[in-house]
T-cell receptor, first 117, second 111 residues
């Protein structure tokens, strides 16, 4: 079945360093890859996404890269700050749509990022 | 514009009790989803709806029922709560394409 694996499960970096989180997916037809940030006790919030026709996308300190051949995509956070501390989830859509329409997101198991002063 | 809202925020149930979680969105989205979030397991899809009057099963539907009588509301029901249903429940909505907007979550504890 469809699967998204996410590594590492925990990541600790010093403020100002870069953080990289990696995900692999199993469905070669997957075509949409969002990343969500979830602060403690809060809802998941979309921070960046990428589609299969693009190899890289950047938004200020955050970037996502996609390697379709290898079926993996990564989140890069540069110049990390304490407020970046949160759980980050990757996700991927199925190549085929859900019955009746819409798209199912398969989520990774999350990475707890801690930015230390 | 409140986005996606959920009620209640927190609830404690005894095994065998029933309850309904309400999700409401004011973005006129067609698609709505219910997820549960458990430690170390990410978010798993329970049920979803592709429009008013429609519902369908996700990957973990057992023990839950849903209804979408109005476009803006998506209800998740537990007919006979079990301790295994202790979780945080998130509702999400979206219009095509796939970007999903999540509600604030409902924390449910079943004793």
């Amino acid at each position: 079945g469809e699967n998204v694996e996410q590594h590492p499960s925990t990541l600790s970096v010093q403020e100002g360093d870069s953080a990289v989180i990696k995900c692999t997916y199993s469905d070669s037809a997957s075509n949409y890859f969002p990343w969500y940030k979830q602060e403690l006790g809060k809802r998941p919030q979309l921070i960046i996404d990428i589609r299969s026709n693009v190899g890289e996308k950047k938004d200020q300190r955050i970037a996502v890269t996609l390697n379709k051949t290898a079926k993996h995509f990564s989140l890069h956070i540069t110049e990390t700050q304490p407020e970046d501390s949160a759980v980050y989830f990757c996700a991927a859509t199925l190549g085929r749509r859900l019955t009746g329409g819409g798209n199912k997101l398969t989520f990774g198991t999350g990475t707890q990022l801690k930015v230390e002063l | 514009n409140a986005g996606v809202t959920q009620t209640p925020k927190f609830r404690v149930l005894k095994t065998g009790q029933s309850m309904t979680l309400l999700c409401a969105q004011d973005m006129n989205h067609e698609y709505m989803y219910w997820y549960r979030q458990d430690p170390g397991m990410g978010l798993r899809l329970i049920h979803y709806s592709v429009g008013e009057g429609t519902t369908a099963k996700g990957e973990v539907p057992d023990g839950y029922n849903v209804s979408r009588l109005k476009k803006q509301n998506f209800l998740l029901g537990l007919e006979s709560a079990a301790p295994s249903q202790t979780s945080v429940y998130f509702c999400a909505s979206t219009e095509i394409p796939e970007t999903q907007y999540f509600g604030p979550g409902t924390r449910l504890l079943v004793l």
